[in-house]
């Protein structure tokens, strides 16, 4: 009995001992950037993944006095996440530790393809260090190009873009795209997801628009006022600034978005109510009649523009830009069984009424 307990314990050691990496064999990427490319030589026209990797010197985590803040890079190519990070392992000898990711890159090509996606995000499930609630982003050219813009950056790719989505104070938390938002579209496949867009300007990644997927199919590009509208109309932004005409600028804070939906012989109708208050940023206001004007012709002009947006990105994309779907189970249970299952023809059907009510706070 006690040799077998001798060996069990000896056992349990020796895989503890496997297990454990020290720091110093390990690499810890700040950003990931997933491209699909043909394989070179290839008849069928098989594609592989490529997968470039921005972080710090490994001294730069353990022992920051010890080096730069010169950030490096590579990339690897292989049939899926394994072959890549197998790769990595033959040509440096460490392991990779997904713990530090700060944002993931995607290539426009690869969130084409459906088949390559969902492999790349059942590995990326599979990865016991890779968190769901990493930064999403859509490359405008190729994810590899968009890690490569660390000179005017100021070091790691993965920092700047954190540091970029934390800039924007115009936008609840949850606005931010995530993994594993792309994953629960697809399990699920019924919500509409906005993935900020990079592109180069300068030398630097900025957002230029946003994607939308879908169903877990991509539709397209919005431009970034699009998209703020769809965040507006989902209640995910706190303050935007609105410009009412020449030389007249409100900033609007305090937003309460509450929607309802009916049916109707012409199909669902998704009534949505704005309340905000508003300061004028630019232009004057003088009275109290003056004041009701203005009001009423920013509540105009903001309904007017939400129709106009909303009737576009269901015509061109099959879009519900209040994505009220994700909520019908909650809202309206008989028209969630009717659609249940098909939540494409819903978003195709869905008509808007807008209601918007601003209140002014400022004049002289």
Known sequence: MKKKMFAALMAMLFLCGCESVELEERSFPLAVGIDLQQMEDSQDGEQNLVVSFDFPDLAQISDKGKTTDTPMGMSFEGVDLYHVEKSYENNTNRLLDFNHIKAVVLGETLLKDQTHLR??????????????????????SSAAKILSLTKETEGSMGKYLEAMLDSQKDFRQNKIAAIGNLMNQWHNQNELLLIPVLTEQGERPVITGYGAVLNFEYCGTLSVKEAMQAFLCQNLLQKFTYEVGASQVAEISDIRVTSSVEE????????????AKGRMKTGQISSGAQQLQMEQKIERQIAADLQKTAKKLRQDYGIDITNSFVSLGGQNRKLYWKYKDIPGIYNQKARHVFQVDIDLLNWD
């Open 119 to 140: 492999r790349l995000l059942l590995a990326w499930e599979r990865q016991e260090d890779a968190a769901r609630n990493i930064s999403l982003f859509l490359a405008g």
């Open 264 to 275: 109707t012989k012409d199909g669902p109708v998704v009534t949505v109510s704005v309340a």
